[in-house]
């Protein structure tokens, strides 16, 4: 087995957007409203999303999301409407291991540890809440975090695996994964992603920071690791494309570079497929 540690290598380009910081209006959606004697509880959730249209709740539809049924569960247990927040809005198929949910229990009796125990009675076994605590009523489980991280799970073995199949992405060609470590290298530091969003996707700034970069190999499995300050819709998948297509040798491991400054999503490589996203931690301020 071959661990590698962070890529410290920070691109030198100039990035050509400033970040903005978000309105302060949506820092703390509880204070906002000015209720501070909340009982803000957080949850966090472990799930396969391969039978989910997305986590987040697609309000007057027939789609099924995460957030729909763990707030059907919730509300079902308090015996009144509990809405959720998540730290991560996983699009349809992607996966988790660490997302953060979080409500207002207000006046339900009942202990936060004791949350995370209640819901698993309840929830189907495709999401598990692994553990519940109460929190700051300040706390936001999409505001405020520090960082989040995805994995993207490459099967490289010659024949599909029926096993792997809903939580990898199968390549059977061989791939250089040296070539798309070095790749890799270039997504560090503050850049502008706007070569990694999906068009038509309206956000204020397209430049995010990211933290860690890394590609690893154990055997046929090659691990796509990426931690950062926040993403935009599709990044994380479009970053695996533009990898994969490094390691078939399609594309020299340099113009990952080139594609970040010029902002040409079409010089990269294809949106990966959802199954071998998975959103594996969301990191907060101890």
């Known amino acids: ?27 703390n959606t509880f204070q906002q409203k000015g209720n501070l004697s909340m009982r803000n509880i957080k949850v966090t959730l472990a799930y ?27 509300s079902r247990l308090a015996k009144r409407q509990i ?16 997302q953060v949910v979080n409500f207002d229990a207000g006046s339900w009796k009942i202990g936060a540890e004791r949350v995370a125990y209640a819901l698993r009675s309840l929830l189907p076994e495709d999401i598990v809440a692994l553990e519940s605590v109460e929190v700051d009523p300040a706390f936001h489980a999409r505001f405020s ?9 490459i099967y490289n073995g010659k ?3 029926p096993f792997l199949r809903l939580f990898s992405y199968h390549v059977p060609n061989p791939l250089d994964d040296g070539a798309m470590r070095e790749g890799a290298k270039y997504l560090l530091g503050r850049h502008d992603f706007s070569a990694f969003r999906a068009l038509g996707t309206p956000v204020k700034s397209t430049v995010r920071t990211i933290l860690e970069s890394r590609v690893n190999r154990v055997g046929d ?8 300050d926040g ?20 594309i020299p491991p340099g113009e990952v570079e080139d594609i970040l400054f010029e902002g040409d999503s079409l010089r990269g490589g294809p949106t990966a497929p959802a199954r071998g996203l998975c959103l594996e931690k969301v990191e907060y301020h101890t």
């Open 1 to 27: 087995m071959e661990v590698l540690g962070t890529v410290h290598i920070v691109s030198n380009r100039i990035v050509k957007k400033e970040a903005k910081e978000p309105s302060p209006c949506f820092q």
């Open 48 to 74: 396969d999303g391969t039978n989910y249209y997305g986590f987040q709740e697609q309000r007057g539809t027939p789609y099924q999301t995460i957030q729909g049924v763990v707030e059907d569960r919730l």
């Open 83 to 98: 809405r959720v927040i998540g730290a991560g809005r996983t699009d349809t198929g992607v996966h988790a291991r660490g």
């Open 145 to 153: 975090a520090v960082s989040k991280s995805y994995r993207y799970t």
């Open 159 to 161: 024949y599909p695996s």
């Open 221 to 228: 499995l090659i691990y796509i690791d990426v931690r950062g």
């Open 231 to 250: 993403f935009l819709y599709h990044m994380v998948r479009m970053i695996a494309g533009t990898l994969i297509r490094v390691g078939k040798g399609k």
